[in-house]
RNA sequence: GCGGUCAUAGCUCAGUUGGUUAGAGCACAAGAUUGUGAAUCUUGGGGUCGCGGGUUCGAGUCCCGUUGGCCGCCCCA
């Protein structure tokens, strides 16, 4: 038993578990790096007021956050938002539009872990700023779609549910609530997959009974699967705004049709996401047998930047997280087996074989070959064994004979060949290896 | 913050109504085997039985507490 434990809900990563998480970020980088965005990064730490500023106070509850040594609060980042909304802002007016920028980070929450939560876990956050229009969230649902396929998973594993808060509140303003009701009564449509009729409990409590029109209008509109069924409900609203908005509708989906992900996208005007921020689409994916936790949510919040980083500017980002990610790729058995074997094993005799080969070891790792080797001197059979069992592709061999010929002999671990080579010639063979084959 | 459940070697687990010095397989290491790979045999390292207390002549086993894991609730940026 160790001495020491890690703290709840942290993670060590041995050496397979840090190449299974490398993995999935080298093809995130490269898929955002496809896609245009740039990387960026920003502080683990934070003032503790960066995050009560964008979500109150009762935020705190669920942070890593202390006082420093020079009586700062401080708090370990719960999330990438509130600092890239700070890095942006502060160079709205000299970036390039529209910026699209990501970044895979480290995050930190004090909740209680549950399958796919812990207390520390990785997203990779994706973010346009600048631009006002759809186009934006064209290129985000797609990245974040790409994102996850690009592991082998299809539309048949997974899907990004579609909604939008701006239609939501056309649709109850239209029905006369004010704004505060409409918020209560969102709240209310984000629980009301996983609790029912309970769900509309808080909204009673502080504004009375809900009248049974407005709940059957409310019920009715959350159950819109498809853009046909959202142009029918709003058919009643008439409003003009509202038809505008479905224009909007209309060149997302034709956008991701177009790029040929339209399968991917499932109309969903029950998701609302709990972030009172969010100002227009929102959208989640899920997969498609729904037994996990979201993997992965975003949508546009055009007031944040103005709040956070003192320019106004629309935005529209999502995050991806690894823990739920990471289970539905176990699941679906696409977990990559990353090898970590050595291009090439030495077998070597005693000290002065040693020596002759430790130039050409050297020079091979110059050269950018993974190249291992017995750090004591043992028996030539288990050197074979270690040499077969390490995953190297060959084996060089520099007995006690081969030193004398001044020769090196090559061993092909997989089909069991060997050839010789002057001692001299060693590169250039496994140049000549590793390139053909 | 709340509830359920579990905890014996690196991993998977066994361990009788409470009874000698806590076991097996896998993995790791050494040897049989100082020039050629999947096998076999032998041997070894590795445990405060999660931790603390209690009952008892005696606790891995029973009781209480605690910590941690897993699952769920709250929350989920």
């Given at each position: 038993m160790a001495m020491f434990q890690t703290l709840p809900g942290f993670r060590d990563f041995y050496p397979e578990d840090l190449a299974r998480r490398n993995h999935i970020f080298r093809i995130w980088r490269q898929t955002a790096s496809a896609f245009g965005f740039v990387e960026y990064d920003t502080p683990v730490l934070e003032p503790l007021?960066?995050?009560?500023?964008?979500?109150?106070?009762?935020?705190?509850?669920?942070?890593?956050?202390?006082?420093?040594?020079?009586?700062?609060?401080?708090?370990?980042?719960?999330?990438?938002?509130?600092?890239?909304?700070?890095?942006?802002?502060?160079?709205?007016?000299?970036?390039?539009?529209?910026?699209?920028?990501?970044?895979?980070?480290?995050?930190?929450?004090?909740?209680?872990?549950?399958?796919?939560?812990?207390?520390?876990?990785?997203?990779?956050?994706?973010?346009?700023?600048?631009?006002?229009?759809?186009?934006?969230?064209?290129?985000?649902?797609?990245?974040?779609?790409?994102?996850?396929?690009a592991f082998g998973l299809t539309d048949k594993d997974f899907c990004v549910r579609l909604s939008d808060r701006t239609l939501w509140f056309h649709f109850l303003g239209s029905l006369g609530l004010d704004e505060t009701r409409i918020r209560a009564l969102l709240g209310a449509v984000d629980k009301h997959e996983r609790n029912g009729d309970a769900a509309f409990k808080g909204y009673e409590e502080a504004f009375g009974p809900l009248d049974a029109g407005l709940k059957a209008g409310v019920l009715s509109f959350l159950s819109v699967r498809s853009f046909e069924a959202l142009e029918r409900a709003l058919g009643g609203a008439g409003a003009e705004a509202a038809k505008a908005r479905l224009d909007d509708w209309r060149k997302l989906l034709g956008g991701l049709e177009a790029m040929g992900l339209r399968d991917y996208v499932q109309v969903d005007l029950s998701v609302v996401r709990g972030l009172a921020y969010y100002t227009g689409f929102v959208f989640e994916a899920f997969d498609r047998k729904d037994e996990l936790r979201a993997l992965a949510g975003g949508g546009r919040y055009d007031d944040l930047v103005g709040k956070l980083g003192g320019s106004e500017l629309p935005a529209v980002g999502f995050a991806i997280g690894?823990?739920?990610?990471?289970?539905?790729?176990?699941?679906?058995?696409?977990t990559p087996v990353i090898s970590q074997a050595p291009d090439i094993y030495c077998v070597i005799g005693g000290a002065a074989e040693?020596?002759?080969?430790?130039?050409?070891?050297?020079?091979?790792?110059?050269?950018?070959?993974?190249?291992?080797?017995?750090?004591?001197?043992?028996?030539?059979?288990?050197?074979?064994?270690?040499?077969?069992?390490?995953?190297?592709?060959?084996?060089?061999?520099?007995?006690?004979?081969?030193?004398?010929?001044?020769?090196?002999?090559?061993?092909?671990?997989?089909?069991?060949?060997?050839?010789?080579?002057?001692?001299?010639?060693?590169?250039?063979?496994?140049?000549?290896?590793?390139?053909?084959?």
């Open positions: 007021d960066l995050y009560r500023a964008k979500s109150g106070d009762e935020i705190e509850a669920q942070l890593f956050s202390f006082l420093d040594k020079g009586k700062r609060e401080v708090a370990l980042r719960p999330e990438m938002t509130p600092s890239v909304c700070r890095l942006v802002g502060e160079r709205a007016g000299s970036l390039k539009r529209p910026i699209k920028w990501f970044s895979i980070a480290e995050f930190y929450r004090y909740e209680r872990m549950q399958k796919g939560r812990g207390r520390c876990f990785f997203q990779l956050n994706a973010d346009i700023f600048g631009e006002a229009g759809p186009e934006a969230e064209i290129e985000l649902i797609a990245l974040q779609i790409q994102c996850i396929r690894d823990m739920t990610f990471a289970l539905l790729l176990e699941e679906r058995g696409l040693r020596r002759a080969a430790f130039a050409d070891i050297h020079g091979l790792r110059s050269m950018g070959y993974r190249v291992e080797y017995p750090m004591r001197e043992v028996a030539f059979g288990k050197q074979f064994k270690a040499a077969a069992d390490s995953g190297a592709r060959i084996a060089l061999i520099y007995g006690g004979d081969e030193l004398a010929k001044g020769i090196v002999k090559m061993r092909d671990l997989g089909d069991r060949t060997e050839r010789e080579f002057p001692a001299g010639g060693v590169t250039a063979a496994v140049r000549e290896f590793f390139g053909s084959g």
